[in-house]
């Protein structure tokens, strides 16, 4: 289950639904990252591949279950620093992006 369909069974509140380990919104024209998909602490792999965001809310930063995290094809310039809480992180990509640099946050990602 992917892309729209997953955001529509997220944003329901109606129906229970236990979201699955892995989060896969790529190509979905996001602009901002929904609250809902926000709130699944227990997503292990979260996938934004082919969006339009530039910034994520600190609260996917401070999931520290989170093991994949593929960035990849939007519009990000730079990445704070709290990228280096990510500690269980093993994969991360950040192509086809705007950045220049990388936070010193990725000599503390020993994992990664």
Do not use: K
């Amino acid at each position: 289950m992917r892309g729209r369909v997953l955001l529509e069974l997220l944003e329901n509140d109606d129906e229970p639904f236990e979201p699955p380990a892995e989060l896969d919104l790529d190509g979905c024209r996001l602009r901002a990252l929904p609250d809902a998909v926000v709130r699944q602490h227990g997503t292990l792999a979260l996938s934004l591949y082919d969006n339009d965001l530039a910034e994520l809310l600190d609260a996917v930063w401070r999931n520290a279950q989170l093991r994949v995290l593929n960035l990849g094809g939007n519009r990000f310039a730079t990445l704070p620093p709290e990228l280096a809480e990510l500690l269980s992180l093993q994969m991360l990509d950040l192509g086809h992006n705007q950045l220049d640099e990388l936070p010193d946050a990725f000599s503390y990602m020993r994992d990664l």
